[in-house]
């Protein structure tokens, strides 16, 4: 008889695709896959450990596993990701609900980590995680019609405030044949939106070639039947040479939105944090994408409350938002991560980097209300993701909208509307903060 298996899966879209390859081993190894947890013979978390909250949320969730394995609600409990790659040695010491840990250079080793877990063994396998690692096929666990294509792992940044090299290790691109024919397989599989992603999105290719290759390899992207949209994250800033901007402007399957996360405009703190570029870059650089790319919708992330923020520093941030009324924000509070350089520094006071983060989601809150109703009687390109009863209306994601992070566009439509179906939408006045509108056909008046 197979064993059953249940997936927790926390975190970033990145961790989401070592699930998807985990379920795919598992499966392909004659593992029963299951939607839920309750009554499995085994249970994979699959951890974030980047910043408190995130670790906070893994804790959380293996210590409630933990008590359905005391019910005998599940079987045995393996935790994968970078929680345990991150705390090799307390988890098993003091958490004893769990059975054996997966560090991230080991997702490979996951079926005989499972194997050895079901037949009684304390299981602890972290390999190289600075190594070319195996790209396995993946058990899609988002909606059919998009998926994420990591086209590098690891990190080379080495920012003052970020584990993730340390976890993650030094920065691998993969070699383009390998995610064309990922891609194209995503394609055939009915993929419709393509999102590319790694830690750095915009580095791509100078360790494995010598030279920057995401342009080209968005070109090779945008030209594989199937994928209506080609959607870019995580670009970091001072990496955006003008074949990049150019190949992003020209090519219709790339939706005009970039994040590009900044963190800070002050030249102090950028320096303190190790992150290249100053101010003065940074507000040539969105200024020239505007420029260029008509349309463009920006995404970024900001941390209040990093070390040497005082309050004019942090003026200068918000003004540097209110300049560029950049559409997507995601504002933190600074998090001291022991092992970071950063967390060595003085920073403010915790209260005080939770009030500049509420007052940046405020400010920003308001940039992308305004951007909304600008947005009033314009046609947009809706991709359908699914129907509100309650509501009566449906709801789906324009070229600014990204999956998860960004809300939705709401819409009504004089017939059925399947998920994953292109429509035209008008839209109206913003409800709640999202657009709403009404499908628009053909010969109806604008």
């Known amino acids: 008889m197979a064993y059953s298996v249940g997936f927790v899966s926390l975190g970033c879209a990145k961790n989401q695709i070592n699930t998807e390859q985990m379920l795919y081993l598992l499966q392909e190894a004659g593992y029963e896959l299951r939607g839920e947890p309750d009554g499995v013979d085994l249970v994979v978390v699959n951890t974030c450990g980047f910043i408190d909250?995130?670790?906070?949320?893994?804790?959380?969730?293996?210590?409630?596993?933990?008590?359905?394995?005391?019910?005998?609600?599940?079987?045995?409990?393996?935790?994968?990701?970078?929680?345990?790659?991150?705390?090799?040695?307390?988890?098993?010491?003091?958490?004893?609900?769990?059975?054996?840990?997966?560090?991230?250079?080991?997702?490979?080793?996951?079926?005989?980590?499972?194997?050895?877990?079901l037949s009684g063994e304390q299981v602890r396998m972290f390999g190289d995680i600075h190594a070319a690692q195996p790209e396995p096929r993946r058990v899609l666990t988002t909606p059919p019609y998009y998926a994420y294509l990591r086209i590098a792992e690891g990190c080379d940044n080495h920012c003052a405030y970020c584990v993730i090299p340390k976890l993650r290790g030094r920065y691998r691109s993969r070699p383009m044949g390998e995610l064309l024919e990922e891609a194209e397989g995503l394609a055939a599989s009915g993929v419709k939106e393509l999102i590319v992603?790694?830690?750095?999105?915009?580095?791509?290719?100078l360790d494995l070639y010598g030279e920057h290759r995401l342009a080209p390899l968005l070109r090779a992207l945008c030209r594989i039947e199937g994928f209506r949209w080609v959607r870019v994250?995580?670009?970091?800033?001072?990496?955006?040479?003008?074949?990049?901007?150019?190949t992003i402007?020209?090519?219709?399957?790339?939706?005009?939105?970039?994040?590009?996360?900044?963190?800070?405009?002050?030249?102090?703190?950028?320096?303190?944090?190790n992150r290249r570029g100053d101010h003065a870059y940074l507000d040539g650089l969105f200024t020239r994408l505007r420029a260029r790319?008509?349309?463009?919708?920006?995404?970024?992330?900001?941390?209040?409350?990093?070390?040497?923020?005082?309050?004019?520093?942090?003026?200068?941030?918000?003004?540097?938002?209110r300049r560029h009324r950049l559409e997507r924000v995601g504002a933190f509070v600074f998090s001291p991560e022991e092992g970071t350089a950063a967390a060595r520094m003085e920073y403010p006071?915790?209260?005080?980097?939770?009030?500049?983060?509420?007052?940046?989601?405020?400010?920003?809150?308001?940039?992308?209300?305004?951007?909304?109703?600008?947005?009033?009687?314009?046609?947009?390109?809706?991709?359908?993701?699914?129907?509100?009863?309650?509501?009566?209306a449906y709801f789906g994601r324009s070229y600014a909208e990204s999956p998860d992070i960004d809300g939705k566009i709401w819409f009504t439509a004089p017939r059925a509307v399947a998920p994953g179906t292109f429509v035209t939408v008008r839209l109206g006045e913003a409800l709640d903060g999202e657009p709403v509108g009404v499908v628009f056909e053909e010969g109806a008046s604008i």
């Open 249 to 273: 402007a020209r090519e219709p399957k790339i939706v005009k939105y970039l994040d590009i996360p900044i963190q800070h405009v002050n030249d102090q703190i950028l320096k303190r944090m």
């Open 197 to 205: 992603i790694a830690q750095d999105t915009s580095r791509y290719g």
């Open 349 to 392: 006071p915790q209260e005080v980097a939770e009030r500049r983060t509420a007052f940046l989601e405020d400010l920003a809150s308001r940039i992308i209300d305004g951007y909304n109703n600008r947005r009033a009687g314009q046609l947009e390109t809706v991709l359908c993701e699914g129907y509100d009863g309650e509501r009566g």
């Open 53 to 117: 909250a995130a670790k906070s949320e893994a804790i959380e969730v293996i210590l409630t596993l933990g008590q359905r394995k005391a019910q005998g609600r599940v079987g045995r409990l393996l935790v994968t990701g970078c929680l345990s790659q991150r705390y090799q040695d307390e988890i098993l010491s003091e958490m004893p609900e769990v059975d054996g840990i997966l560090g991230t250079g080991s997702y490979h080793d996951i079926v005989e980590a499972a194997d050895r877990v």
């Open 293 to 321: 790319i008509p349309g463009l919708v920006l995404r970024t992330s900001l941390i209040a409350g990093l070390p040497g923020e005082d309050e004019a520093a942090f003026e200068e941030l918000c003004a540097f938002l």
């Open 233 to 246: 994250h995580y670009l970091y800033p001072d990496e955006l040479p003008d074949e990049l901007i150019d």
